[in-house]
């Protein structure tokens, strides 16, 4: 690592918070575990189609559909999916379908005024002697000419916590405080490829929906599923489906610079070779829970790959 930076992200910190050990496994070396989770999947493709909403394309179905059958060719190609995988794909389509139209009626007056700026915004900033800052934000949204960061989520549940879950949450407070003290050095393109002066973001969009709890009947046709999801989030209790609201990050800016920059100099350490230290933090549910306590081998090895590029979760 001499005389080259290293890159901070969100990702990247949370891991090394969590365990030094797990941040080696992860970054230094480059591990992965070989499996594929549900949730990323049903996230990526629900935060597509609300993308698709908000920069008013048409046949948003269609596309989504599109891209969720190539997401699960790929799943196919690389894990062996039992019958219970299947069904749980095919479900999962109707249930994204769903909800992408719960959401295009529920906020149809809002869709009209909220411009798209961009989505998955990803973009290096330097930020100290030892280390560069990356940042993926899902989209860029303006309001009444004002930038605010959207962050999406699709929940099993909301709950009067939610909002205060994303005020407290680090990933937000990264990504609003180092757009804001950042935005003006280095050009910016939009969607359409035009290249666009930044703006400083006022506030960060929170939009939830709730996954719906109705699952599939046996022997249900694809559109009788689809009709009960329909009237799941357009029935009178719809208010208790989705949650949107203008917030401002509870962490200071002081606060994340203070992480990012400990954070780079414990990283340093460990690139270098140093020896990590152990939190011992969740080890049960850690993908390399096996590598740390059983050591790496070739039976403990198959379960791993190395990773192709880093994904921001």
């Known amino acids: 690592m001499k005389n ?17 050990q797990k941040f080696i496994l992860s970054y230094v070396d480059r591990l992965e575990k070989i499996q594929w989770k549900q949730e990323y999947l049903m996230g990526n493709m ?14 948003v179905e269609k596309i989504v559909k599109k891209e969720f059958e190539n997401q699960v060719k790929g799943l196919r190609k690389t894990f062996s ?31 009209q005024i909220e411009k798209h700026i961009k989505n998955e915004h990803d973009i290096i900033y330097p930020f100290n ?20 960061l959207h962050e999406g989520k699709a929940w099993k549940s909301l709950n009067p ?6 005020k407290n949450s680090l990933q937000i407070a990264i990504y609003f405080h180092i757009h804001n003290s950042f935005y003006n050095t280095k050009k910016m393109v939009d969607q359409l490829g035009n290249t666009i002066k930044a703006k400083p973001f006022s506030d960060v969009m929170f939009d939830a ?11 249900e046709a694809y559109k009788g599923y689809l009709k009960r999801l329909e009237n799941y989030y357009a029935g ?33 350490r460990l690139y270098e070779g140093k020896s990590p230290l152990k939190s011992f933090n969740g080890c049960n549910w850690c993908d390399y829970y ?24």
Do not use: H
């Open 4 to 20: 080259k930076k290293i890159v901070l992200s969100y990702s990247r910190v949370r891991t090394l918070l969590d365990c030094e």
């Open 46 to 59: 629900f935060q597509l189609g609300v993308f698709l909403l908000m920069s008013g394309k048409k046949d």
């Open 81 to 111: 999916l039992a019958i219970g995988d299947e069904q749980k794909l095919v479900e999962m389509q109707i249930m994204l379908i769903g909800m992408i139209r719960g959401y295009a009626a529920k906020y149809a007056k809002d869709l």
């Open 129 to 148: 002697d030892i280390a560069d800052i990356r940042i993926k934000m899902d989209n860029i949204i303006a309001v009444k000419d004002k930038w605010n």
């Open 161 to 166: 916590n939610i909002v205060d879950s994303i």
């Open 209 to 219: 929906v709730q996954k719906p709890s109705i699952r599939r009947k046996a022997g």
């Open 236 to 268: 009178s209790d719809s208010n208790t489906k989705f949650y949107k609201e203008f917030i401002q990050p509870a962490i200071s800016k002081d606060d994340v610079f203070k992480t990012l920059s400990i954070s780079s100099k414990r990283m340093l």
């Open 290 to 313: 096996r590598l740390c306590f059983e050591g790496k081998n070739k039976k403990t090895m198959a379960d791993y790959r190395p990773k192709k590029e880093e994904i921001e979760k």
